[in-house]
């Protein structure tokens, strides 16, 4: 692969100099300018070195590296100069700069080595970067999908596909059904990806929340940001971006989502620069987006952008030869998680759990399973430790204020729904402010 270098220089003779230098090696792709405007115009194909003389009658040398490294922060930069300045290379380096050579006869041998140098640092710190991210893989929740029903095993061969290529993923599945487990593990299993697992939930945040939490924003662009932030597109940069519940993103953000993926650039908001991001998108909904797109709620372009390789994840109720071996995966990691004796369960609670449809899907289960080890006695999970019923109908007896019982509802479907506020504040025809109104005040707690 080819190593492209930059060199800006105001004299066309030391400029050819140097790049008669960097072509003894073959595999250097070397790009001339005498324009500084033009360099930075250029800056999108992302050179992996530029060498940039300090002294220019356009742009002096630090304001054209401090605008380099605004649109590529990670760039790295060789500053060639017939000006030997020692305050002015001391300051040069602590702003990102990786060398500084002065123009002398002896000027092939520094470029050389120097070249030398930053390419072992870029490597070792790409490498760093690579040996962090296995960390991270091996350090995620458990992202094991548990079942042996036909349809996970189909969905196990699904994620070993979905992780070897860069096509953008779109999940479904009704709420508890391990949406965000199967991103994990396409994560887990994306040999390529060498950034992080960044995961949003779009309906639990506030849709004017939810545009600077995407896309950053800079200092002073509003009322309250005394700095500048990176948004999730950023800090996604060659890892996975997970968006989930996408089909609550408003329409004009959707807007704003597709044009970044078709880009591949985003500016923060009060930004005026175009940053390049490269992400594995996964995206994940409990809706049907054709039926949203029918309705007008979701755009159809954006639609066959996230679409991709489609993943569906089928509710508990279908795959109920599962719930034996599910439940004794909980028990077993709720032992090792409390350091405690793992108990038995006897048939009776099992068929017990098997006879109820859990509308919560896998979430539910496991909450149900926790509970039962807590409740039994003598390492045995019986028929009666299985508590399944509705939270509100026991709760509803019991002698609580108004807005006790207010808190208890509201948190319940919370909970229930993935803490999906727009459907919790539909399902119980209130208001979503009313849902943030209660969470500020303490009442509840938004996950």
């Not at 050179?47 to 304001?63: A, T």
């Not at 006790?404 to 208001?431: R, S, W």
Request: aromatic share 8%.
């Amino acid at each position: 692969m080819a190593y492209t270098i930059f060199v800006i220089d105001d004299d066309p003779w030391s400029s050819k100099k140097i790049r008669h230098i960097l072509n003894m090696n073959p595999d250097h792709d070397v790009v001339l300018f005498d324009d500084p405007y033009q360099l930075l115009n250029n800056l999108q194909q992302q050179p992996d070195l530029i060498c940039v003389d300090f002294l220019m009658p356009k742009m002096n040398g630090k304001q054209l590296i401090n605008e380099i490294l605004k649109q590529n922060p990670n760039q790295d930069i060789l500053v060639v100069s017939g000006q030997e300045n020692i305050p002015t290379v001391v300051d040069l380096l602590k702003i990102g700069v990786k060398d500084y050579i002065v123009k002398t006869e002896d000027l092939k041998n520094a470029i050389w080595k120097s070249l030398e140098n930053i390419k072992e640092k870029r490597q070792l710190k790409d490498e760093i970067k690579t040996l962090k991210s296995q960390v991270k893989k091996q350090n995620v929740e458990n992202t094991n999908i548990i079942g042996e029903n036909i349809d996970i095993k189909i969905l196990k061969e699904n994620i070993k596909k979905a992780a070897t290529t860069n096509i953008n993923i779109h999940i479904t599945g009704e709420t508890g059904t391990g949406k965000e487990m199967v991103a994990h593990s396409i994560y887990k299993n994306a040999k390529q990806i060498t950034g992080e697992f960044i995961s949003i939930n779009v309906s639990a945040i506030p849709s004017n929340l939810i545009e600077s939490e995407l896309f950053g924003y800079e200092k002073g662009s509003f009322t309250g940001a005394t700095k500048s932030k990176e948004g999730l597109f950023e800090k996604a940069h060659k890892g996975i971006l997970f968006l989930d519940e996408i089909a609550e993103l408003n329409f004009e953000l959707q807007s704003k989502l597709l044009r970044a993926l078709e880009e591949r650039k985003i500016r923060r908001i009060g930004g005026s620069k175009l940053i390049p991001v490269d992400f594995k998108l996964i995206t994940a909904t409990h809706k049907d987006l054709r039926t949203e797109i029918e309705n007008g709620t979701f755009r159809e372009d954006l639609f066959y952008r996230i679409y991709g390789f489609p993943i569906h994840l089928p509710p508990l109720r279908e795959r109920k030869s599962d719930i034996k071996i599910l439940t004794q995966h909980f028990i077993d990691n709720f032992a090792k998680q409390n350091n405690k004796k793992t108990p038995n369960i006897t048939s009776g609670a099992i068929k017990k759990l098997e006879s109820y449809s859990f509308p919560g899907n896998i979430r539910e289960l496991k909450s149900t399973v926790e509970l039962a080890f807590v409740l039994c006695e003598n390492y045995t999970i019986e028929k009666d430790d299985i508590r399944i019923h509705n939270k509100i109908k026991t709760t509803i007896a019991e002698e609580k204020t108004l807005n006790e019982h207010t808190n208890e509802i509201v948190q319940y479907y919370l909970e229930k729904y993935h803490f999906n506020v727009k459907k919790v504040a539909k399902l119980l025809d209130i208001g979503v402010s009313t849902i943030y109104h209660l969470a500020k005040q303490n009442r509840i707690k938004l996950k």
